[in-house]
């Protein structure tokens, strides 16, 4: 028998949210709620349970933000939810194989936003519970899917069930136990669901109401196991809602409803606990019921206890689990559903052109439920008799407060009227960004909050959130016509990319009067022939960490005056062209399909991962998983560029972030292990599990790792073709940059020639997209001339440079970026040029990496030096400047910088570069 872990590693392990993915567990319905909502399907629509092939796939797989099962994945479906497991070849997210519930959502209404979840011991990564069959069943009434897995000998069955009676709930059965005496022995088992960032969450207690926390949730990721006491919540049920503005709205509602230990004939109540922040998200059951303490409380006397938890061998876990699924963004889809017969409460708010979010608290001040004022400010949900406080929430006023009984009929509620904002008309046709920024302690204000109250707080309180105080315009019809702004003064800034003027508009919001925006048009300043701008790192909704629109991806792609955006969607092939199409902007931006492989399984195989990587262009295949890509957890990072690149036509390959500051630079910290980040591929690279020593030789230990040729393909872990070194807001690591640019430059000082880039890995509105941007060149520069094949070219080739708002001009005689210059002696000429609110003034270059000349730039930011050359080497440089007030305004987080990819010296014109390599 391997007994639990000590308690010091337990609870190292728990809920390890590595790269923030999230843990969560099941949902379901008290008795009092076996009645449903009106089905949105027909009565003879059969029960199916069955694997997807090329022939049904047309019919079975699901569309949504999130969607991304295939052929080969099984269908679990009562014809109102379509419900997607992945085929025990396709692999998950904490596991190379699958079995385990993908997408879930209303069939054919493309709204699926579940990501993915996973059985784990100990709440562990390291611990997944790996699927070895699945099978299927069904009749008249309802079908179910059963899978069987394994973690060393801890063996878990899981029955999910859909049926006719209740169509929007998927039932779940979970039977627990030991194959032998040798099985591991968990201390808790959880079901981890990743929601890093994306829907907002509600904590309810079906059992107990009193108890729930709603949208307020505690911290406990990073912070230690002893704040459990705190943050571990001893609720049933996780509300998951999409965003209020989706296409599509969506929201789940998993509850636990029992756990039990099964010892012969008899059967004893475990405890279970949620825990929910931005991060993660998870119910937590333990193995055995607490010998003393409170059980509603995971304090240091009960995490004492689980340390010594097993399940003996004879012994069994039972839980029971549901999920819910409802056709809107509001706790209120869900609650309605679990309370089915209680009555129902019913208002209307006068204002009903601005959105109005009504909470119902009980009379205890615990959360129950919310629900959204309709467009005729209706509103209505159902509660249980008892006492009630209504908290009616606009962008205008501080809430309303109402309270009021439930009895058992409906209760009518007297009009409520909110006060108003100020109705600001936007302009029409012209595609800017549009920055508020309030002024005399006035908020800058917030266009994306939801007016639910979402917050995360630690032990110092909430966890501030940035305000999205820009508003995107593409010049197209679906472009917003109006924002609503709270009295105040604001100065808005119109922006459309560094190329442009930044015109401005003062604002008094005063009584809520309505008003138009009167700003000019940003004027083009400046002209960068032959070179085209480009974002190779965007993300949006189908990403797994973030539900951001994809339409509103595209408008602020179009605002900023980004040309080509490469979409880097997580583990999934995504193609934004239909939509540009749908929007009318193909004119005005080109898209490139990609996707950013984001391995997170650490193995014997991949100890540390492959940490990200982009790949494009690529081809979408709509009936696949994942839509094609290729296979990557459990992988070498040479095994994954290699399968990339034979089965997807050659594609850029870039490698991501790979650094996130000096700390595992130079010289190492004793417990340097412990700082290893699995997304920053140069802390660890992969099978050597450790750090890149950029002052020391590529062929030395560790770093020979990244240069070992598989034996059979001959692909080797360096052999990306671009490196990330400009990865968002200069800011957000000061010294990201620096610790990017040493690894790079030392490469290529030892002859891989790799291309630094400079990308926003922007996830949602708050995150600046098409900046950092590259300036790529290419013969011809318009959306008309774009042609991929000499775009990726010049890309691999290195044919452009980084900038956050300074442009380059950059030649050694007549070679440029890119290109090698032959001879011992030549001239390196430029020009620096900017728009008047993005200067630089100073320059810096370098030659083999180390700077030779640095001066101040003149005014008209050109610039000479002749150059002589004892070898072969390169030459890069560097400008950079202070952010001006505008500057500082319209890209908050950045300061003007420019960096240019190398020229080659072949000092001797042998024909031959013979990389200089790096000072010993």
């Not at 933000?65 to 994945?73: C, F, Q, T």
């Not at 990743?194 to 907002?200: G, R, T």
């Not at 107990?208 to 990073?222: A, H, I």
Request: glycine residues 6%; aromatic residues 8%; negative net charge.
């Amino acid at each position: 028998m391997t007994r639990s872990p000590a308690l010091a590693i337990l609870l190292s392990t728990w809920l390890a949210a590595s790269i923030g993915f999230a843990h969560a567990t099941p949902a379901a319905t008290p008795p009092e709620a076996q009645k449903s909502a009106t089905p949105m399907q027909k009565s003879a629509t059969p029960m199916t349970a069955t694997q997807i092939t090329a022939k049904n796939a047309h019919q079975w797989v699901q569309k949504g933000p999130d969607a991304i099962g295939g052929i080969g994945d099984w269908v679990l479906s009562n014809g109102t939810l379509c419900i997607i497991f992945a085929g025990l070849s396709h692999e998950g997210d904490f596991s190379a194989s699958g079995g385990t519930l993908r997408d879930i959502g209303y069939c054919a209404r493309d709204d699926d936003q579940f990501v993915s979840s996973q059985d784990l011991l100990n709440g562990s990564q390291a611990q997944p519970v790996d699927i070895s069959d699945i099978r299927a069943s069904q009749n008249k009434q309802a079908a179910s899917l059963v899978t069987l897995g394994a973690h060393h000998g801890l063996q878990v069955e899981t029955r999910y069930t859909v049926s006719r009676q209740v169509p929007e709930r998927l039932q779940i059965s979970k039977t627990i136990w030991r194959q032998n005496d040798e099985a591991i022995d968990p201390g808790l088992f959880s079901t981890a669901v990743l929601n890093y960032h994306s829907m907002e969450t509600f904590l309810l207690s079906t059992k107990d109401p009193s108890l729930s926390n709603g949208f307020v949730q505690q911290e406990f990721v990073g912070r230690g196991p002893l704040t459990y006491a705190e943050t571990a919540r001893p609720v049933d049920t996780v509300l998951l809602l999409s965003p209020q503005d989706a296409l599509v709205p969506v929201s789940y509602g998993w509850r636990q409803i029992s756990a039990h230990l099964v010892q012969g004939e008899r059967r004893r109540a475990l405890p279970s606990f949620a825990l929910a922040d931005r991060s993660a998200l998870a119910f937590l059951t333990l193995s055995e019921p607490f010998s003393f303490g409170d059980s509603q409380r995971l304090g240091l006397a009960q995490l004492l206890q689980v340390a010594l938890m097993e399940i003996e061998l004879g012994d069994k876990l039972e839980l029971e689990a549901e999920i819910w699924v409802a056709p809107t963004a509001d706790v209120s889809g869900v609650t309605d559903l679990l309370f089915a017969d209680a009555a129902q409460v019913q208002g209307k708010v006068s204002n009903p052109d601005q959105t109005v979010r009504v909470h119902i608290d009980r009379a205890d001040g615990a959360p129950f439920t919310q629900v959204t004022a309709d467009k005729q400010g209706r509103f209505s949900a159902r509660l249980p008799a008892g006492d009630y406080s209504l908290r009616l929430v606009s962008a205008a006023s501080d809430p309303i407060v109402k309270k009021f009984t439930m009895g058992t009929k409906t209760t009518k509620l007297a009009a409520l009227a909110p006060a108003r904002a100020a109705r600001l008309a936007l302009p029409r046709g012209v595609a800017m960004r549009l920055a508020f920024r309030g002024q005399n302690a006035t908020a800058n204000p917030n266009f994306e909050d939801s007016l639910t109250g979402y917050r995360v707080e630690n032990g110092d309180g909430p966890i501030a959130q940035e305000a999205a105080s820009d508003v995107h315009l593409a010049g197209v019809a679906s472009d917003p016509a109006h924002v609503f702004l709270p009295d105040g003064d604001y100065t808005v800034y119109a922006v459309h990319g560094p190329e442009f003027s930044v015109e401005t508009a003062n604002l008094k919001v005063r009584d809520a009067k309505d008003m138009t925006l009167r700003i000019a048009k940003p004027k083009r300043v400046l002209r960068t022939p032959q070179h085209m701008s480009v974002d190779m790192h965007v993300h949006s909704g189908p990403s797994l960490d973030n539900s951001f629109s994809t339409h509103k991806r595209v408008r602020t792609f179009v605002a900023e005056r980004g040309e080509v955006m490469v979409a880097a969607e997580h583990d999934t092939i995504f193609d934004f062209n239909p939509l540009l199409r749908e929007l009318g902007v193909s004119d005005k931006m080109i898209a490139i399909t990609g996707s950013e492989v984001t391995s997170t399984l650490e193995t014997p195989r991949a100890p540390h991962t492959i940490g990200h990587m982009n790949f494009f262009p690529l081809k979408v295949q709509p009936h696949a998983y994942r839509r094609g890509l290729k296979a990557h957890e459990n992988r070498r990072t040479r095994d994954v560029l290699h399968d990339m690149h034979v089965h997807h036509g050659d594609p850029v390959a870039q490698l991501n972030h790979a650094r996130h500051n000096f700390k595992l630079s130079h010289e190492l910290p004793d417990d340097f292990a412990e700082h290893i980040n699995g997304e920053q591929f140069f802390d660890h690279m992969g099978v050597a599990a450790h750090p890149y020593q950029p002052h020391k030789p590529l062929t030395s230990s560790p770093n020979n790792s990244l240069i070992s040729p598989d034996p059979i393909t001959g692909v080797r872990d360096i052999d990306f073709d671009v490196m990330e070194i400009m990865n968002g807001t200069q800011d957000y690591r000061p010294d990201r940059v620096a610790a990017s640019r040493l690894d790079w430059l030392s490469l290529v000082a030892q002859g891989e020639k790799l291309a630094a880039t400079a990308n926003s890995d922007s996830h949602d509105t708050t995150q600046q997209v098409a900046l950092p941007r590259n300036m790529v060149r290419v013969q011809a520069d318009t959306i008309d001339g774009f042609r991929m094949r000499r775009f990726t070219k010049a890309v691999k080739s290195g044919a452009f440079y980084g900038t956050t708002g300074p442009f380059l001009e950059l030649a050694l005689d007549k070679a440029k970026m890119g290109d090698t210059h032959l001879g011992a002696s030549g001239t390196l000429r430029g020009r620096v040029f900017s728009a008047d609110w993005a200067k630089a003034d100073t320059l810096n270059v370098q030659l083999n990496g180390k700077t030779v000349w640095t001066q101040a730039l003149p005014a008209d930011g050109r610039f000479s030096l002749p150059m002589d050359f004892e070898q072969d080497g390169f030459v890069t440089l560097e400008v950079s400047g202070a952010a001006s007030e505008t500057y500082q305004a319209v890209y908050p987080g950045f300061f003007p910088y420019a960096y240019s990819n190398p020229i080659y010296i072949d000092a001797n014109s042998d024909g031959t570069w013979t990389p200089p390599g790096i000072a010993q």
